[in-house]
């Protein structure tokens, strides 16, 4: 049964904690994304990879972190450094860039 | 980077025609235009792609005149289960960064 996860799919948090949100896909895709997503807004680019190993910044990459060490895995790590982090984060992948993009069922995040 | 203008939103009822057009008026030569369906607290979907005049698959259709600078989505005999929002991105294939700007979308509403 082949998809993409994300866990968990809420997730609370303290203000000046760093917190991971999982992202994994057995699609076999290269390319891997990371939005956020405030109510009634569209989705923000925040880090995407094309290739285990390598990954680019998206438009609102500031106080986040992201790794890419397995193709199945991108892990995004929120830091103490975003000043607003409370979101939807939705991962997606994809076989490569020119092709569709997969999304999970996404993580809500709160941080008080 | 091609913007895009879509309607904020729009109503219907179920078994009609809804047509959402989108534009894109910097579009460049090796752009594509897709559109995406997400559900509330859901990830996005894709729904169909195409470069020029017409793309019909299950789901939809995509019509795009010569000139390239709008695209409408077509939804034929709507549902109620149609209610959502839809996205349209225009970028060139195998650039990441580019295909990736979710606007606000077309929020549908398909009333009974």
């Known amino acids: 049964d082949g998809g993409i996860t994300q866990s968990p799919k809420y997730l609370f948090r303290k203000e000046g904690q760093n917190v991971t949100l999982s992202c994994e896909q057995n699609?076999?895709?290269?390319?891997m994304y990371w939005y956020r997503q405030d109510p009634g807004q569209g989705l923000r680019l925040i880090y995407y990879s094309q290739i285990v190993n390598d990954f680019q910044k998206g438009d609102i990459a500031e106080g986040y972190s992201v790794s890419r060490e397995k193709k199945e895995s991108f892990p995004l790590t929120v830091t103490s450094a975003q000043k607003n982090p409370t979101a939807f984060y939705l991962c997606?992948?994809?076989?490569?860039?020119?092709?569709?993009?997969?999304f999970g069922p996404g993580t809500r995040l709160t941080v008080t | 980077l091609a913007k895009t203008t879509q309607p904020i939103s729009m109503d219907s009822y179920e078994g009609q025609e809804v047509n959402i057009t989108c534009s894109h008026n910097n579009i460049a030569t090796n752009d594509y235009i897709t559109w995406y369906q997400q559900f509330p607290s859901q990830g996005p979907r894709f729904i169909i792609q195409?470069?020029?005049t017409k793309v019909t698959n299950e789901v939809a259709s995509l019509f795009i005149p010569a000139d390239r600078k709008s695209s409408t989505l077509s939804l034929p005999r709507v549902s109620l289960s149609d209610t959502a929002v839809y996205y349209c991105?225009?970028?060139?294939?195998?650039?990441?960064?580019?295909?990736?700007?979710f606007g606000g979308g077309t929020r549908l509403m398909v009333k009974p």
């Open positions: 997606a992948s994809s076989r490569n860039t020119q092709y569709e993009q997969y």
């Open positions: 699609l076999n895709h290269d390319a």
């Open positions: 991105l225009v970028g060139p294939h195998g650039e990441a960064g580019n295909m990736l700007t």
């Open positions: 195409g470069y020029k």
